[in-house]
């Protein structure tokens, strides 16, 4: 059967996946092919080894040392490890083919729409969407919710805050500041202040490293100056 398959980011116990790729290898395949066989297996109810290869599991797993069991699902708590924080500050600046009375704009919640695919900010206060200081709306991504409000709305300076919050997750502040360079061209510098507020944002503050925080924003700066060309 012909397939299409997408790279995602996971996080999964340490001695699991030193267990798993063991197994994968063992087996002569990919772990992507050894995770797609036990899934495609517990769909349907139905136990993805034979009794030799759930031997040769217990066999791994002393060998690794792993001695969880199904009775621990959904109940591992993630420590802090190398390279996670519960508070982090990312910031980077790109440079988008319009003037600032066109490209500023596009960085209010109605401006977004425009050139974020998805983006449907739900208009709390006030509810016409009018951009001010003191606005709240509530955007929706896959199953999370995040609160926003405005903080600090300076069209003059051509300066915009926002705090947000995904409940149970993250607390954050987002800060966008434009000015106009030599060229005629649009300096955008964009803000990021997250702290996490359980394990799971602790989790997802650690996929938000410098590089990755980099590269988000410059996806920005494509779809943006894609939208100025129209």
Known sequence: MTIERVQTGVRLEKRLVKVLKALAEHRDMSLGELIEGIVLH???GQTPFSAA???TIGQLKRIYGMELGAADSHRLVEIAGEGMTNHLERSHSIVLSGPIDRVFPLFTPTGETLWVDGWDPEFLHPQDGEMRQGMVFRT???DETTLW???DWDPVAHRIRYVRVTPDTRFGFVEVACRPTADGSTEASIAYTFT???AEGI???SELTEEAFAHMIEGWKLRIDARLQV
């Open 203 to 205: 989790s997802y503050l």
């Open 196 to 198: 996490a507020l359980n």
């Open 53 to 55: 290869t759930l031997e």
């Open 149 to 151: 409000a405005c903080t």
């Open 140 to 142: 929706a991504h896959g």
């Open 42 to 44: 517990a769909f349907e």
